[in-house]
């Protein structure tokens, strides 16, 4: 199935790179299976799991278009200014690959 999932313009330059392969969001987007469009291209979800952020800062920052997990934090930060980072925040983590 078709979803919808909006990126801010760092993240679609990342995906774009073939640097950022995952997303993690306050709610689930969709199931394995389903898919996103971004640009004509179209990326399939293998994975979605809820994880704590602490988690992912540290061991799937990279997967998130991120050099060092501290980085991964000042995005969140930045993209959730009103709650900010919380270490035990569980967040719904979106592992995607391009279709060809």
């Known amino acids: 199935m078709e979803i919808n999932i909006p990126f801010n313009d760092w993240s679609k330059n990342r995906i774009e790179d073939r640097i950022k392969c995952a ?13 996103f469009v971004i640009d ?6 293998t994975l979605v799991v ?24 000042e995005v969140w930060k930045e993209i959730h200014p ?9 967040v719904w983590y979106h592992y995607f690959v391009e279709e060809i």
């Open 50 to 73: 809820k994880l704590p952020l602490w988690f992912i800062a540290h061991e799937l920052f990279e997967t998130e278009g991120c050099k060092k997990p501290d980085e991964f934090k």
């Open 82 to 90: 009103r709650k900010g980072w919380v270490d035990e925040q569980e």
């Open 23 to 35: 997303t993690s969001r306050n709610k689930a987007y969709g199931f394995p299976g389903d898919y």
């Open 40 to 45: 004509e291209i179209k990326y399939r979800l």
